[in-house]
């Protein structure tokens, strides 16, 4: 099973249930790279409750699109138990081209992409659906004001029973008629408000503000999240990556990722931004991660899983460097001291001897075979190997017995 094949066809959006069904059966029994799948159109229906023509239509389309190429058939020979499938019943081989972008594919878009669509559709429709319930009030006229003005200030006075106010007065109120609390009646509390401090912050009553939306901009928040994106920009573009123009949206996602690892580091903002931006340095090492993260906004989404994986590759490094300072300090195992040439002993030439054989094989039908060395009469071929022999051996000095 590849889980990278298998996060490729959930992260794809087909337009097509049928399609995308199969397309996931396919990437479960593919390799690493997305090759060598050849499950049977049989199986796929019964994995899938498909029919067999939707099947076979499914097939064709994924190959239309792009999204899936012809493989290599000999991987559908391998039959059970070593055998060989005949020809007749094997599977067709697919390739899937996971290293391809989507935009090389014809009618496919990035599931993320359509999520942020349809949710973008719902909150509009929701804002539709609140201004049709609470329609907005209508702007009133002067003289439907001054009406409804008058009606409120007779039925106050009716109320509190005040013989000093007359229609004279009809749009003041006095203290003496009116409650305390009533509707109208005049506040007695004075309002204080704090002004600001000269170093700019906000009175004691009020919050400060963090960086919880990436807005902060008395801390650098803004600042450390730019620098963050044009970085990812940068490695990619020496790349020869595309990356997404960044927008407002990107901008909170890293600012709450700068925020986020700036308090896991006990407040250390040059630490925590030193950090991001070495992970993001590691991304080329990593060719999965690096397809990707083509945005600021992935790069949030997904960075739990991206450190952990540089945070495994940076103990992977160590443990080999450790492994080699290690092999680098180890003592050199003894080495046997080496014979000299001059003691060792002089080789001998017999009529079975290499040299005697090459130099006599060319002669070999002049001779005849017939004949034994056991029986004590040997052949003409066995007494010329002998001659030859004693000949090399006078020449390079060797004395044999008698």
């Known amino acids: 099973m590849s889980f990278q094949a298998l996060s490729w066809a959930y992260g794809l959006s087909l337009g097509s249930a049928p399609q995308k069904a199969v397309l996931i059966y396919l990437a479960q029994f593919a390799h ?50 070593g ?34 669509r349809l949710r973008g559709e719902e909150r ?50 006095c203290t003496a008629c009116t409650p305390r609390g009533a509707c109208g009646a005049p506040n007695r509390l004075i309002q204080t408000i704090n002004p600001s401090l000269p170093t700019g912050e906000l009175p004691a009553s009020g919050k400060r ?27 990619r573009s020496k790349l020869s990556l595309t990356t ?39 991304l080329p090492a990593n060719t999965f991660w690096l397809r990707r993260v083509d945005s600021a906004r992935r790069l949030a989404d997904n960075w ?17 460097r450790d492994a080699e300072a290690h092999e680098r300090d180890r003592r050199p195992v003894a080495q046997p001291t080496p014979v000299p040439e001059r003691h060792s002993e002089r080789h001998v030439h017999s009529l079975v001897c290499e040299h005697v054989l090459n130099d006599m094989r060319p002669h070999e039908d002049e001779y005849s075979h017939k004949g034994s060395l056991r029986y004590g009469k040997p052949s003409e071929w066995q007494m010329a190997c002998m001659r030859h022999a004693d000949e090399l051996n006078r020449l390079e000095g060797i004395e044999t017995a008698a």
Request: proline residues 4%.
């Open 83 to 116: 055998g060989t499938v005949p020809r007749g019943r094997r599977s067709k081989v697919w390739d899937l081209r996971l290293n391809m972008p989507v935009e090389e594919f014809n009618g496919v878009e990035r599931a993320e992409d359509v999520r942020e």
């Open 32 to 81: 690493e790279d997305g090759t060598c799948t050849w499950p049977s159109v049989l199986n796929i229906q019964v994995a899938t409750e498909l029919s067999e023509r939707a099947v076979r239509k499914a097939l064709r389309e994924l190959q239309d699109k792009g999204l899936i190429m012809p493989g290599d058939q000999r991987h559908a020979a391998l039959g059970k138990n």
């Open 209 to 235: 503000p963090g960086m919880e939306d990436g807005n902060n901009t008395t801390t650098g928040g803004d600042s450390d999240a730019a620098t963050v994106m044009d970085h990812l920009a940068s490695v």
């Open 304 to 320: 739990d899983q991206i450190a952990n994986d540089w945070t495994v590759a940076q103990i992977e490094r160590q443990r080999e």
């Open 124 to 173: 509009e429709r929701k804002v539709r659906e609140r201004e049709r319930k609470h329609p907005k009030p209508q702007e009133e006229t002067a003289e439907t004001a001054s009406e409804s003005q008058s009606e409120a200030d007779s039925k106050d006075i009716k109320k509190a029973g005040c013989t000093t106010c007359t229609s004279k007065n009809k749009g003041r109120r």
């Open 244 to 282: 997404t123009e960044p927008t407002k949206r990107d901008l909170s996602k890293i600012g709450n990722l700068v925020s986020r690892v700036v308090k896991a580091h006990d407040g250390d903002r040059a630490a925590s931004l030193a950090l991001i931006l070495a992970v993001i340095d590691w």
